[in-house]
């Protein structure tokens, strides 16, 4: 038995887009969003706030937050590095932001160019700027089951890390499985170590589908009692920091098994279908949905 709905966050947008070698013009990306925003969906992350010199592909942020449609009950959360970039999210009137962080010293070099604890320590002053604004924040963790340059990450180092986000702010804390190298027992493993610290309805999990194992990793959770998934549109997805990475799991793919599930969603598996074509069609990449090449009907 799993739980009776679930929580889906949207990240095709900005995961999905930030790991495109072109960078996609900011009024497709626009076109994009909205018609997320027309699916169900209840939560887009839409871009990020990091440096361009680092990430190209995200550089239009304020130009593409600013125009979107904000379509009311749906959030629209932005990943933020650091007090620069939180303010220039707040300039354009973002109410939600995600900060991210890594379980290994090797990604968190590599990603936000600093240890674990100065990445800490920076996401601290940025959680501080934030609540003083009352803006709502998310955290990231990524490599919590293996990690590109340290390979195996430990449960411990993960759930402590958990720890300290939620304890300086986080409402949720997404559990990023980067480079999607889980399998059900260290995804187990790892899940049992977190739900020490933290209950099941401040996490979410963030699979990528690298070795094709994103949805049972997702089911895996979803027995665990978590009840908030990340998945992004066509499979689209990676990150530039971590070589080999492949997409997300398809929101497609996610929401018709958990209709088989009988959990709800509230979206609308047509509409997405037809999001995901729109936007494979735009990048001219075959879908990397396997029910969106199923279903779609030319
Ligand atoms: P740094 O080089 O140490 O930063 O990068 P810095 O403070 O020394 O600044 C360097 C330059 O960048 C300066 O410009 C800053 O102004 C500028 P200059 O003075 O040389 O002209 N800069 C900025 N510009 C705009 N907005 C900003 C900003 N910050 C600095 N916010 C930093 C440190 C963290 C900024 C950098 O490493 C960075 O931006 N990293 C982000 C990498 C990234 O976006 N990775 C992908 C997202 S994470 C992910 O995909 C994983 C996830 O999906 C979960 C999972 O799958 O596991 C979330
Ligand atoms: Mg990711």
Known sequence: RVTSTVRIVEVGP??????????????????FINQLSRT???????????????????GDNAEVFQAIEKVPGISYPVLVP????????????????????????????????????????????????????????????SCVVGCPYDGYVKPSAVAKLCETLLSLGCYEISLGDTIGVGTT????????????????????????????QALVNVCTALESGITVVDSAVSG?????????????VATEDLVYMLQGLGVR?????????EVGQFISKTINKPTNSKVNSALFKN
């Open 14 to 31: 900005r995961d999905g887009l930030q790991n495109e070698r072109s960078i996609v013009p900011a009024a497709v990306k626009v076109d």
């Open 40 to 58: 169900g969906l209840k939560c887009i992350e839409v871009t990020s706030f990091v440096s361009p010199k680092w990430v190209p592909q995200m």
């Open 82 to 141: 650091n007090v620069k970039g939180l303010e220039s999210a707040m300039k354009v009137g973002v109410k939600e932001i995600a900060v991210f962080t890594s379980a290994s010293e090797g990604f968190s070099q590599k990603n936000t160019n600093g240890s674990i604890q100065q990445v800490i320590n920076r996401t601290k002053d940025v959680i501080n700027v934030a609540k003083d604004h009352s803006i709502k924040i998310r955290g990231y963790i």
């Open 185 to 212: 027992n260290l995804m187990k493993d790892m899940l049992k170590a977190v739900l020490v610290v933290a209950p099941s309805d401040k996490l979410g999990i963030h699979c990528h589908d690298t070795y094709g």
């Open 236 to 248: 689209l997805g990676g990150c530039p920091y971590a070589k080999g990475a492949s997409g997300n």
């Open 265 to 273: 969603t509230d979206v609308d598996l047509n509409s997405l279908i």
